[in-house]
C-alpha cells in the first residue's frame, strides 16, 4: 500500500548546521511529493512540492529533489535557524488525487 | 494568499454530547475539502473527502452518522463530532485545496473530552 517513511524521528542541531530528513516513499502511479511544516499549536504549512521525477521544490531555504528511481524526497536546508525548529512531514498524494499519506514526521530543534 | 480558517480552536465537551466545528476558505475556491484528524502521538488520519458535485467519501473507522460534514459552497465546511468519547480527543484539522493544487490546512481544532 501506500506510505512514506521518515527515517529520523529527531534531529537536533546547532544554528547554521546543515540540514537533512530522509524520505521515501511507496506508492502506485506517479504520486506529487510534498513537504509540510507544523509548529506547536498550529496545523501542518505547506512548504514546497514537486510533481515529477528529477523536479525541486524549494522554499525558504528548504530544498527536496523528486528522485523516481530512489523513491525519495530528501529535505535539505544549508544553514539553519533557531526559528527552523518545528516538525516537518513528508507527504505523498497518491492516485486519489486527494487523499494526502502523511510520514510520521521528524522534530527539529536547533539551538542557538 | 490562499488561507484556512478554523474554529473554535479549542473545544471541550461532556462525554456523549456533541460539537461542531467550521473551516472556511480564504482568497480561493475550495473545491476539495478534507478532514483530518490528528492523534496525540502525531498521526493523521483521514475522516472524510468532500468534493464538490461528488458524494463525501468517508474513510474506513469514520461513518456519516458519527461524523456528519456539510459543504455547502466553495468557501465553507463544517463537521459535527456526535456522541463524542475519549477516544475521539484529538486536534480535527481541515484541508482545502483548488483543483488539483497543494492543500492548505487550518490552525485546527482541538477537541478534548472530559
Known amino acids: 500500500g501506500d506510505s512514506v517513511t521518515q527515517t529520523e524521528g529527531q534531529v537536533a542541531l546547532s544554528e547554521e548546521d546543515f540540514l537533512t530528513i530522509h524520505c521515501n516513499y511507496s506508492a502506485s502511479g506517479y504520486p506529487a511529493l510534498f513537504w509540510y511544516v507544523q509548529y506547536p499549536g498550529e496545523g501542518p504549512q505547506f512548504l514546497f512540492r514537486a510533481s515529477r521525477d528529477k523536479e525541486k521544490g524549494s522554499s525558504r531555504g528548504f530544498e527536496a529533489t523528486y528522485n523516481k528511481e530512489t523513491t525519495s524526497f530528501h529535505l535539505q536546508k544549508a544553514s539553519v535557524q533557531e526559528s527552523d525548529s518545528a516538525v516537518y512531514y513528508c507527504v505523498h498524494s497518491g492516485g486519489s488525487n486527494y487523499k494526502l499519506t502523511f510520514g510520521k514526521g521528524t522534530l527539529l530543534t536547533v539551538t542557538p | 494568499g490562499a488561507l484556512v480558517y478554523q474554529y473554535p480552536r479549542r473545544t471541550i465537551c461532556k462525554s456523549g454530547t456533541s460539537m461542531r466545528m467550521e473551516c472556511q476558505a480564504v482568497?480561493?475556491?475550495?473545491?476539495?475539502v478534507a478532514w483530518y484528524r490528528q492523534s496525540p502521538q502525531k498521526t493523521f488520519e483521514l475522516i472524510a473527502l468532500s468534493t464538490v458535485n461528488s458524494a463525501i467519501k468517508y474513510e474506513q473507522n469514520f461513518t456519516q452518522e458519527k461524523f456528519p460534514i456539510s459543504h455547502p459552497n466553495l468557501s465553507f465546511s463544517s463537521m459535527t463530532v456526535l456522541n463524542a468519547y475519549l477516544e475521539d480527543r484529538g486536534l480535527y484539522l481541515c484541508g482545502a485545496r483548488e483543483g488539483g493544487a497543494e492543500v492548505f490546512f487550518g490552525k485546527g481544532t482541538r477537541l478534548t473530552v472530559v
Open positions: 482568497g480561493f475556491q475550495a473545491t476539495s
